[in-house]
């Protein structure tokens, strides 16, 4: 019969980190991009504003990252394991 032991272990949902930076990333290349045109910036300044732009965006998804993992840190459950060794 094998050996058995009893663990506990926390069960929650967390947000993917790589996913939330990715998309809030391209959402703020995009916006950068697109207020860069519409106002008409000099080609010297376009890199500013897309890097500025990009980078600002950026930390609004890290901080909806943080939000999220707190929250869902606060809903995990506590649940009772069999591990089967052998």
């Known amino acids: 019969m094998p050996k058995t032991s009893q ?19 391209i959402i703020g290349l995009i916006a950068s991009l697109a207020v860069a045109l519409v106002v008409g910036v000099a080609g010297t300044f376009l890199l500013f504003v897309l890097a500025f732009g990009t980078g600002f965006v950026t930390f609004i ?3 909806a990252y943080v939000i999220l993992d707190a929250i869902f840190s606060r809903r995990s459950k506590a649940v009772s394991a069999t591990k089967i060794e052998g």
Not at 7 to 25: H, N
């Open 7 to 25: 663990t506990t272990v926390q069960l929650r949902r967390s947000p993917k980190l790589v996913a939330f930076m990715v998309t809030f990333a």
């Open 61 to 63: 998804g890290w901080v």
